[in-house]
């Protein structure tokens, strides 16, 4: 993932949300939108794009007592750092297994420098 979606997804409100409610305990997504107030159907959808940015993962799949498959999602971000540089955009992302990701997005800064005057 870049540098730029990468800082996109994780600075999201609901994507940041998730991330941080599930770096301790695993957590159902009903669990999850109960308590951080994201409507169900968001909330799946924001763990499915963290699930395929590698930033969560499924650790447990249960059946409950009236027979439902019920999934628990765990975080893999240890630290993430979003930094902005003169020209530069970079994405840091420590996950819990030791792996790190470091992105940038570089900016052509002569897009915005002003023409030569024409004599």
């Known amino acids: 993932m870049q540098a730029l979606e990468t800082s996109q997804l994780i600075t999201e409100e609901y994507s940041a949300k998730i991330i941080l409610a599930t770096m301790g305990k695993p957590k159902t997504a009903f669990e999850l939108s109960e308590k951080l107030g994201i409507p169900i159907a968001a909330c799946y959808r924001k763990i499915k794009l963290l699930e395929q940015a590698g930033m969560i993962n ?49 900016m052509d800064m002569n897009l915005f420098m002003e023409p030569a005057l024409v004599r």
């Open 58 to 106: 499924c650790v447990e799949r249960r059946l409950t007592q009236a027979g439902k498959r019920i999934s628990l999602y765990k975080s893999k971000v240890k630290n993430a750092q979003i930094s902005v540089e003169r020209n530069k955009l970079r994405a840091r992302i420590e996950m819990v297994d030791g792996t790190m990701t470091d992105t940038s997005y570089d």
